[in-house]
């Protein structure tokens, strides 16, 4: 049989998967907070499907319809799975002594760490980590901050913006930067507005990984635990402003970063308009990472 038309595709927060789902994979997208899952299609059939347990690091269930078997499908999922917990900054896989399928993805995991894996234990993905990301994990393990944080919530790595230009002062009189490309978008689109008389300026554009990590140490200094102050400030590596592609933009009037942002008319001016220069609202009401709604939080995401 042709492997090479099997195609594999997380259903992550949301499941807009067209034709059938099997019935156990019903039941496991059914969850009110979607489990990560991916999933392998033949013909627009799902012959196969790899998930983690509920927003954690524990691989649930690594599935391959019968038919379907010995043709590299489970790799290729968990291969992917990999590739996918990387970016959102996982450092290990834990694998459950009971988890259904678990000699296939025993012998998966064992094809690749050449050597027996035993079930209940983290399996390092160290190997497969960049270095960049095991600073990362290695913050992230002195702050505290639980390990399958980026997959529990939804959030993907970011790396520092290499390349960073001023974009002018902030509300505060301090300096910005964003990525040159991403600064260039936000002239146009604060020029734009400035044309239909609607004022727009940063609050913050571009901070850094050290910068996040300074901020989340002074917290903790100052007695707060790292679950509330996870509830308000991103883990470091996990910030859209590290990437120079975010802003925080006031009116110059609202006061900064409360939601009266949201009944302005430099917010109402960025609904319809901030698309066409780029612009997206990242977080917006219910949104699914668990993030409050920040109406004034906009990322500039062409390429
Ligand atoms: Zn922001």
Same mark, same amino acid.
């Given at each position: 049989?042709?492997?090479?038309?099997?195609?594999?595709?997380?259903?992550?927060?949301?499941?807009?998967?067209?034709?059938?789902?099997?019935?156990?994979?019903?039941?496991? #997208?059914? $969850?009110?907070?979607?489990?990560?899952?991916?999933?392998?299609?033949? /013909?627009?059939?799902?012959?196969?499907?790899?998930?983690?347990?509920?927003?954690?690091?524990?691989?649930? +269930? #690594?599935?391959?319809?019968?038919?379907?078997?010995?043709?590299?499908?489970?790799?290729?999922?968990?291969? %992917?799975?990999?590739?996918?917990?990387?970016?959102?900054?996982?450092?290990? =896989? !834990?694998? +459950?002594?009971?988890?259904? @399928?678990?000699?296939?993805?025993?012998?998966?995991?064992?094809?690749?760490?050449?050597?027996?894996?035993?079930?209940?234990?983290?399996?390092?993905?160290?190997?497969?980590?960049?270095?960049?990301?095991?600073?990362?994990?290695?913050?992230?393990?002195?702050?505290?901050?639980?390990?399958?944080?980026? =997959?529990? !919530?939804?959030?993907? #790595?970011?790396?520092?913006?290499?390349?960073?230009?001023?974009?002018?002062?902030? %509300?505060?009189?301090? +300096?910005? $930067?964003?990525?040159?490309?991403?600064? *260039?978008?936000?002239?146009?689109?604060?020029?734009?507005?400035?044309?239909?008389?609607?004022?727009?300026?940063?609050?913050?554009?571009?901070?850094?990984?050290?910068?996040?990590?300074?901020?989340?140490?002074? $917290? #903790?200094?100052?007695?707060? /635990?790292?679950?509330?102050?996870?509830?308000?400030?991103?883990?470091?590596?996990?910030?859209?402003?590290?990437?120079?592609?975010? =802003?925080?933009?006031?009116?110059?009037? %609202?006061?900064?970063?409360?939601?009266?942002? *949201?009944?302005? $008319?430099?917010?109402?001016?960025?609904?319809?308009?901030?698309?066409?220069? @780029?612009?997206?609202?990242?977080?917006?009401?219910?949104?699914?990472?668990? =993030?409050?709604?920040?109406?004034?939080?906009? %990322?500039?995401?062409?390429?």
């Amino acid at each position: 049989m042709d492997v090479g038309t099997t195609e594999i595709q997380p259903l992550w927060f949301n499941c807009d998967w067209a034709g059938e789902l099997p019935g156990s994979l019903q039941q496991q #997208l059914k $969850k009110p907070r979607q489990i990560p899952v991916l999933v392998a299609h033949r /013909d627009e059939v799902i012959i196969g499907w790899v998930s983690l347990v509920d927003r954690s690091n524990t691989l649930h +269930q #690594l599935y391959v319809e019968p038919g379907h078997r010995r043709q590299g499908v489970g790799t290729r999922l968990f291969r %992917c799975l990999v590739s996918l917990m990387l970016d959102y900054g996982a450092a290990g =896989i !834990r694998l +459950q002594p009971d988890m259904p @399928g678990n000699s296939a993805a025993g012998y998966f995991l064992a094809s690749i760490h050449a050597g027996v894996v035993p079930t209940d234990s983290v399996i390092s993905l160290k190997s497969w980590v960049p270095a960049t990301q095991q600073r990362i994990h290695s913050l992230q393990k002195a702050l505290g901050i639980p390990a399958a944080y980026g =997959i529990s !919530r939804g959030l993907r #790595l970011r790396e520092d913006a290499d390349e960073l230009t001023d974009i002018g002062l902030d %509300c505060w009189q301090r +300096q910005q $930067k964003m990525l040159p490309r991403a600064a *260039a978008a936000w002239s146009l689109m604060q020029h734009s507005a400035a044309n239909d008389n609607v004022t727009l300026l940063p609050i913050s554009a571009f901070r850094s990984i050290d910068y996040q990590t300074r901020l989340i140490e002074r $917290k #903790l200094a100052a007695g707060q /635990d790292i679950e509330s102050i996870l509830q308000v400030s991103a883990a470091p590596g996990f910030s859209e402003h590290h990437s120079g592609r975010a =802003i925080d933009i006031t009116d110059g009037i %609202c006061e900064p970063l409360e939601n009266e942002f *949201a009944a302005s $008319k430099a917010f109402q001016w960025l609904k319809f308009n901030a698309e066409d220069f @780029g612009f997206y609202m990242s977080y917006p009401q219910d949104n699914p990472y668990g =993030i409050i709604w920040e109406p004034w939080h906009w %990322c500039w995401s062409a390429e």
